[in-house]
């Protein structure tokens, strides 16, 4: 399942993301942290993980991703892998098509985590960056993503994706990963389906004994399916 979460930082956060990640922000070459297959393929700056800019950033997604229910429902975390932070400029540009590693070691909080689950976070106003799409291969077509600052897309983590050139200005993004209570992108779709149709008909018609019972049907199959 692919979606795109709207606002998931405020403006001023956005604004101190900003300028905590300008030219001083301790960038460095991403393939640092590629694996063997990525490497050949990545083109593009990181910033370092343990400075306290880098800390205060992630603080802030973890924080911004933790108020939004919709992430939630769509993600049902168990473990959140530490924000990093990206940049596609100049001559470091571009990401090829890739799939990210299965399971990836968070240097902050010394676990594995599974990557069931990849989001990315755009960070700079589309407007000031030409190309730098997310691209993420879908069943039927190519899906292209380039969102509003401070909105979030989440995707699975089976999928081949890559970044386009940016040929304009500069693409600064927050990536993460999300093991999920429930492994399954299919269950996942399932539940969420479930869960936004329930909450519309709670809209339309408050609880009745109908919402009541496929609350109860949402829960018994969340209990089938989530491992915590
Ligand atoms: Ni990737």
Redesign the pocket.
Known sequence: MLLHLKNILTNDELKTARSLLGDQAAWIDGRHSAGTQ?QTRKNNEQLTQDSEAARALQAMVLGAIQRDPLFFSAALPRKVFNPLFNRYSGNSNA?GA???GAVLHSKSSQQWVRTDI?CTLFLSDPDSYDGGELVVKDTFSDQRIKLPAGDMVIYPGTSV?RVEPVTRGARVAS?FWVESMVRSDEHRRLLFDLDMNLLALRQQHGETPETTALTGTYHNLLRLWADT
């Open positions: 990525a990401y890739h799939v990210d990849s994706h990536f």
